[in-house]
Structure formats: structure tokens, C-alpha cells
């Protein structure tokens, strides 16, 4: 009941419930999966022997981290994604920068391959895709599925409640992370989405308990204004607001400033050297719009932009904010720094400039 929840047969009662199921892989409806004791994200770990060759199906975060951990790792690795680059929700260039880098420590990446049908014969596994009309075979120990996830929301009673299920199969909440029929019923985390990342799940988890603490009394709506992400392959993906895919999509405006960590003193002692930041911002004006980061510990130099965004601060500020050196952080300072330099006033330049000149003679 929408005040009860039964446990192994003992039954618990609140005034509020919170729901945190979570989500499971996604696993497709392939010829022949089930005969190669296909992988997930939750089962990758119980294996007991080592995988010489590995096919990973799915170019997203979970597939790209896996891939390049397993690579490292000595296994040969196969890369199959159907769409046309890896990581599709990020800018084409961050795609390609890692597809290079992928490509440069041995993996195979296949895209706009599509897989049709598994087969095993004794020990050997086979997987058959499909590539410009043409069948390609790839022979493999384990395949490890990375096609997304799904919110868990059947098997413990919502469907007799009658509880708000979206399209895409999280629970429907409102802003204070209600259920819409019960407002006595909250959920949060992957089961609720919008977003599958573990800090999102903490954020959520603090409204949800807080309102159900507090409601009817005081109630908080939950803040999903700035959220950041990072795929931790090596070097790290991080960002946070839009980027150029999205914008163009939204038709949004934007002026975008680019700064190569090639130039970055700290990576260069590292010998870490490569990647870049890309910040867009407002035509004309230094407000962020959003920020990509490609390089080592960029889940930690993007918490500057993360900060900056939620609260209104634009380049100027963080230009005009003394930073460690040598660090990391440095690069936030001097994408703002090339900013400046592209949007700077040419009238004034040229006053000053006939200035100067005058107080030389």
C-alpha cells in the first residue's frame, strides 16, 4: 500500500516512502546471445579467467572506460558501435580526439557496425555484423553488452499502486521528487532520472529526504540547472552545460574559445600534454554556456566551470582569480584568457595605442 512495503514477509510502515531501485543493463534481442553468456556492467566482475580477446558492444561511457581499462589490461579489444563515432553525445572532435587515442594503444574500433548474430561452436564464440552491406566475423572470449541501462520498477508492487511510469521507463516525479499519485511517494536516483550518474542520484537523494522530513511544512525544489559528467577513460571527458552538438540542435547562439593543453606548464612536466579545453559562451558576452574538457583530471578542472555556471560567474572573473601554479587548473584561467584576447575592445586598443605613443614623445 502507498504506506506499507513488505520485506521477506515482514511488513514495514511509514508515513513516507522513498524509492531507489536504481536501474539494470539493457540487454538486446540478438540471434545467439544467449549462447556466449553475454557480459554487463553488474557481471563483468565474477569472472575467473582473464579474456585474451574482447568484444565490447556499445560506444558509449560504460563501453569506451571497459574497452580501454581491458586493453591496458593486455586483452585484444573490439570496439562495435553502431552509430557512426564513439561517445555520440559529445562534440565530434572530442569522438574523433579519443578515437585516435583508442586506435594509437591497439583497439579495434568498429562503428556503423551493426552486430546481427552471435554463434558457438565448443569453445569458440563468433560474432557476425553487418558494415556497408558487407558481413564481418569477429571471433572473441567475452562480450561485454554496454547499451544502456533500464529504471528497475517492476516486481515490488508499483503496478498494483498504479504509479506513473514515463516513456522511457523511469517513475514520473514532480520538481520536489513526488510521485504523482502519491505525494507521500518519492523516488530518486536512476529509477526517477532524468540523468544516470551517481552524484545526480545524490543530489536527487537529498530532496527527496529532506521533503519527506519536512513536507507539508517546507519543501525544496530539486536544481537541475548545472549538472556536470565525466567519462573516465584516459584522457578524461568532462562537461558540464551545453555543448556544440546540443546547441545547434536548441538553435542557440554561441561563440566557442578553444585552449590546447599542449601549451599547459603542469601537463607538460606530466608528460600529459594533450587535449583542450572548450568553453562557449554568449555572443559578445562572457557568460558560459557550457564547457567541454579533454585531458587528465578533467573531473576535477571542470568543478571551476560547474561552480562559475550555477552562480553567474562569467570569464572576467575567473580571468581576474589567481590560480596555483603549476596546476591543472591553470587552463581554466587561460581559456579564459584567450577569450578575452578574441572579444577585446579594438576601439579602446586604438585609443590606448595613440596614447601611449603620445606619452613616448
Same mark, same amino acid.
Given at each position: 500500500s502507498p504506506y506499507e512495503v513488505e520485506v521477506n514477509g515482514r511488513v514495514f510502515t511509514a508515513k513516507n516512502i522513498i524509492i531507489a531501485t536504481g536501474a539494470s543493463p539493457v540487454l538486446p534481442n540478438i540471434k545467439g546471445i544467449n549462447e556466449v553468456n553475454a557480459l554487463t556492467s553488474e557481471t563483468l566482475?565474477?569472472?575467473q579467467k582473464f579474456p585474451k580477446r574482447l568484444l565490447v558492444l556499445g560506444g !558509449?561511457?560504460?563501453?569506451c572506460e571497459m574497452a580501454q581499462a581491458f586493453c591496458r589490461l593486455g586483452a585484444r579489444v573490439s570496439l562495435v558501435e553502431i552509430g557512426e563515432r564513439?561517445?555520440?553525445? %559529445?562534440? %565530434?572532435?572530442?569522438?574523433?580526439?579519443?578515437?585516435? /587515442?583508442?586506435?594509437?594503444? !591497439?583497439?579495434?574500433?568498429l562503428t556503423s557496425h551493426q552486430i546481427t548474430s552471435f554463434q558457438r561452436n565448443g569453445e569458440k564464440k563468433l560474432a557476425f555484423c553487418l558494415h556497408n552491406n558487407e558481413e564481418k566475423e569477429i571471433e572473441f572470449d567475452e562480450v561485454?553488452?554496454?547499451l544502456g541501462r533500464k529504471a528497475r520498477t517492476e516486481g515490488f508492487g508499483l503496478e498494483d499502486l498504479n504509479v506513473e511510469i514515463n516513456s522511457d521507463g523511469t517513475i514520473a516525479v514532480d520538481q520536489f521528487m513526488r510521485t504523482t499519485h502519491f505525494t507521500n511517494i518519492f523516488a530518486c536516483g536512476d529509477v526517477a532520472g532524468p540523468f544516470q550518474f551517481t552524484h545526480t542520484a545524490s543530489h536527487q537523494a537529498w530532496y527527496a529526504s529532506v521533503n519527506a522530513l519536512f513536507s507539508p511544512?517546507?519543501?525544496? /525544489?530539486?536544481?537541475y540547472r548545472v549538472i556536470p559528467r565525466c567519462t573516465f577513460v584516459s584522457p578524461e571527458v568532462a562537461s558540464v552545460g551545453l555543448n556544440e552538438v546540443q546547441a545547434k540542435s536548441r538553435s542557440i547562439s554561441y561563440d566557442k574559445t578553444t585552449y590546447n593543453l599542449k601549451q599547459l606548464d603542469r601537463a607538460i612536466a606530466d !608528460?600529459?600534454?594533450? !587535449?583542450?579545453v572548450e568553453v562557449l559562451t554568449v555572443p559578445k558576452s562572457d557568460k558560459i554556456l557550457g564547457v567541454t574538457i579533454v585531458g587528465e583530471r578533467a573531473s576535477d578542472t571542470i568543478s571551476e566551470f560547474v561552480l562559475a555556471m550555477k552562480y553567474g560567474i562569467g570569464l572576467n572573473k575567473l #580571468?581576474?582569480?589567481?590560480?596555483?601554479?603549476?596546476?591543472?587548473?591553470?587552463?581554466?584561467?587561460?581559456?579564459?584568457? &584567450?577569450? /578575452? &584576447? #578574441?572579444?577585446?575592445?579594438?576601439?579602446? #586598443?586604438?585609443? #590606448?595605442?595613440?596614447?601611449? /605613443?603620445?606619452r613616448r614623445t
Open positions: 566482475w565474477e569472472i !558509449g561511457a560504460i563501453g564513439i561517445l555520440s553525445k %559529445e562534440d %565530434e572532435s572530442v569522438s574523433k580526439f579519443i578515437k585516435e /587515442r583508442f586506435v594509437g594503444e !591497439g583497439i579495434e574500433v561485454l553488452i554496454c511544512f517546507k519543501k525544496f /525544489r530539486v536544481d !608528460g600529459t600534454n594533450y !587535449g583542450f #580571468l581576474g582569480t589567481i590560480h596555483l601554479y603549476p596546476s591543472y587548473s591553470e587552463a581554466n584561467k587561460f581559456a579564459a584568457g &584567450k577569450w /578575452r &584576447k #578574441l572579444n577585446a575592445p579594438k576601439n579602446l #586598443l586604438k585609443l #590606448l595605442k595613440v596614447f601611449h /605613443r603620445w
